[in-house]
């Protein structure tokens, strides 16, 4: 029962309908969340290896040259959605015969990333100023500069010469498109996710969503999301589907990987037996009149859970009792609360002793019924959890994703089991390996 569980949960994560009507239907859609990262330590790398010495060599007020030299490494860094780069330079003025000592500062500028829709990065740069140090006051020859607004003279310069260099820096570091192609591609292939049932997985993927750019802790964050449909197929792996050229993305303001599927799980009446086998079996009950329960069955009639005890000692026979599941939505609960003797029994055993019927055995029962569904649905989560912990989806990619909570609902009483609505509730994410 539980593999048959995980493997519809494979498919479930993937879809917010059953099993198989999923990709029948079309309108059952979920996320796949792909996180692509990126370090600021990589942007400057690259950056420093293409930025040059020469910044800006011309012309700069009151008849003066001005020479922007590069003199260090970049140092960026990512906060508050933006990259910010600052870049150590060498100011020297020139008038006729006349040339200042270098002067030392860093330009700064900070950076809007934006996603575009053929999956490139579009950067906008912006000037913030220079650093702390540089003198108010230069001499040069008979005039007197000041270095802090001539250099703004010739900013506008330096940043159309940085802007593009940053640019296509910033898509070499990130290289969203040659990590968002081979998901597309991947996913329209089936994968084999359990060789025992020959179960494959097979998605249906509509579109890709692209959020905005989040920065902390120096890296680059994009959430992108693949939206899909799935269905779980048993037996030969089916035809492939021809993929699709990549869409355009579609950006949102925030891509969720949350995935809510309502699906049915069963609990055999096999698994009830087992939890009530050593509290029934071979035990006495009683105080002046004594029962021993030699065996017991279980079985689903007219919507209710029927219990049929076979006892020796001062009541030989059959006695049975009935169980009604009953879905508490406040608290979120399914339990047994009408556990009973069938009345069309009480004349055969009432001289047994009235405790029968004032709860020693029923609730027993109870507990145990109510708490081997609680038990039952836990270790469901659980070792859904862990089969989620790594799905490959065909080459360096990964699905992982997590079962947080399972909301119960309404629970239909069948011939050997019960079978309870849920609402699985958790997070899937995809990884590039």
């Not at 009830?272 to 009950?285: H, R």
């Not at 360096?396 to 849920?422: M, P, T």
Request: aromatic content about 6%; some cysteine.
């Amino acid at each position: 029962m539980l593999l048959r569980y995980l493997i519809g949960l494979l498919c479930a994560v993937l879809s917010t309908a059953s099993v198989c009507s999923a990709a029948v239907n079309g309108s059952a859609l979920s996320v796949i969340n792909l996180s692509v990262d990126a370090t600021t330590a990589d942007l400057s790398r690259i950056l420093n290896q293409s930025l040059q010495k020469v910044l800006y060599k011309g012309n700069g007020a009151l008849g003066t040259s001005v020479e922007v030299l590069r003199a260090g490494p970049a140092v960026i860094t990512a906060a508050n959605d933006f990259v910010y780069v600052s870049l150590p330079v060498q100011l020297s003025f020139g008038y006729g015969m006349f040339t200042t000592a270098p002067l030392r500062t860093d330009l700064r500028f900070k950076a809007k990333i934006t996603p575009t829709t053929d999956w490139r990065l579009k950067t906008e740069l912006y000037y913030t100023g220079l650093s702390d140090g540089l003198a108010e006051n230069v001499k040069l020859g008979p005039l007197t500069l000041k270095p802090k607004s001539m250099i703004e003279g010739v900013m506008q310069p330096v940043q159309k010469l940085l802007a593009p260099i940053i640019n296509t820096k910033v898509n070499e570091a990130v290289r969203l498109r040659e990590k968002i192609a081979p998901l597309w591609q991947s996913a329209f292939t089936p994968v084999l996710v359990d060789k025992n049932f020959s179960a494959w997985l097979k998605l249906a993927p509509e579109k890709i969503v692209l959020g905005p750019l989040q920065t902390a802790n120096n890296k680059l964050h994009f959430s992108v999301g693949l939206v899909t449909a799935a269905e779980i197929c048993l037996g030969p792996k089916p035809a492939a589907v021809a993929a699709r050229p990549l869409p355009t993305a579609q950006q949102l303001t925030a891509v969720d990987n949350q995935f809510h599927i309502r699906l049915a799980t069963d609990i055999f009446f096999a698994d009830f037996v087992t939890a009530l086998n050593p509290l029934l079996v071979n035990q006495t009950f009683g105080d002046d009149k004594k029962i021993t329960v030699r065996s017991f069955t279980l079985k689903g009639e007219d919507g209710k859970l029927v219990i049929t005890l076979t006892s020796t000692g001062d009541f030989e026979g059959e006695l049975t009792l009935i169980a009604k599941p009953v879905y508490n939505p406040q608290l979120n609960v399914l339990s047994f609360e009408n556990v009973d003797f069938v009345t069309k029994n009480t004349r055969l055993f009432v001289g047994v002793g009235s405790w029968l019927f004032s709860g020693t055995i029923r609730d027993m029962i109870k507990e145990k019924l109510n708490s081997s569904v609680v038990s039952q649905l836990e270790s469901t989560r659980l070792k859904a959890s862990s089969a989620l912990a790594g799905v490959p989806l065909g080459g360096h990619i990964l699905l992982s994703g997590s079962v947080s909570s399972l909301k119960l609902g309404e629970s239909v009483v069948a011939n050997d089991r019960l079978s309870i609505q849920v609402l699985v509730e958790g997070a899937s994410n995809i990884s590039l390996r």
